[in-house]
């Protein structure tokens, strides 16, 4: 098990804002668990504890917003990203990550800015089946080596405007379906050792904490206010990918 207190001081602010994410914040804010927790391990390894944690959450989130969801958007994001998972459990390993967090970072701030400077008008074509299906995609490939599917997919979703609910319900269902299927490659792969597992047990009563909290935060607060918030944490975390992976490839 880790024992190293640095790493706890990232790790554990790093799984309350995941379950925030997921309990209401919605999935941007969760991209920047696996880069607080980068600053301490590897990003491999940083992956593979918050793993199991991340499922421990889907199911907290599933019986919270149960009935919450949109279905005709879930038809087409959750195949597609099955099809992403398959296709980066083939490349894990093989591509670095840094490329991955500049990949991901770039189509998050990228997608922000175009909404905040042109006031949404790429939307109906972003909420569009084909967009859904590319996005869906990329979130499946991306969150399979960095936990960081929630960007690519909220391009689409957000474009969609769904009641605040229901968006959060989707995108927790959309992860709960991907992350279960996503414990097969880590665990053929070998990505799963005690070291890792017995880290994670430690921060697992960390999960339901993190998702109540976001579930609260949702209740109380005004649905502008919560697309506002995403938005701005997509930015941020966009942000925080891109610089990471930035000075990481040019540190090479």
């Known amino acids: ?18 379950g925030m994410a997921k309990g209401g914040l919605g999935g941007a804010a969760g991209a920047l668990a696996v880069p607080l927790m980068t600053l301490t391990i590897d990003p491999l390894t940083a992956a593979a504890i918050l793993l199991p944690i991340i499922c421990v ?7 919270l917003y149960r009935g919450d969801f949109d279905r005709p958007s879930l ?16 490349m894990m390993g093989t591509l670095p990550t840094d490329y991955l967090r500049i990949l991901v970072g770039g189509i998050a ?10 006031k949404g008008a790429s939307d109906e ?5 084909g967009s859904g299906y ?3 995609v990329i979130a499946g490939f991306t969150s399979t080596h960095i936990h960081a599917g929630g960007p690519p997919v909220s391009v689409y979703l957000l474009s969609k405007k769904l009641d ?40 697992l009563p960390l999960a339901p904490v993190g998702v109540r909290l976001g579930y609260w935060l949702i209740r109380k607060l005004d649905p502008s206010v919560i ?11 966009g942000a925080k990918l891109l610089y990471d992976g930035g000075v990481a490839t040019l540190a090479t």
């Not at 038809?75 to 083939?90: D, E, R, T, Y």
């Not at 074509?125 to 089946?129: G, K, V």
């Open 75 to 90: 038809k087409i994001v959750v195949p597609a990203a099955l099809i992403g998972v398959l296709i980066g459990s083939f």
């Open 109 to 118: 701030v990228a997608f922000c800015l175009q909404f905040w400077l042109f």
């Open 134 to 136: 590319f996005w869906g």
């Open 125 to 129: 074509f972003l909420a569009r089946d």
């Open 164 to 203: 605040k609910l229901t968006l959060v319900g989707t995108l927790g269902i959309f992860f709960a379906v991907l992350n279960f299927v996503k414990l097969v490659p880590y665990t053929y792969l070998g990505q799963f050792d005690s070291s890792s597992l017995l880290t994670a047990l430690v921060l």
């Open 57 to 63: 959450m889907d199911i907290h989130v599933i019986m």
């Open 1 to 18: 098990m880790i024992t190293d207190p640095l790493f706890y001081l990232a790790a554990v602010p790093a799984v309350l804002l995941y």
């Open 227 to 237: 697309y506002r918030a995403i938005y701005v944490l997509l930015f941020v975390s």
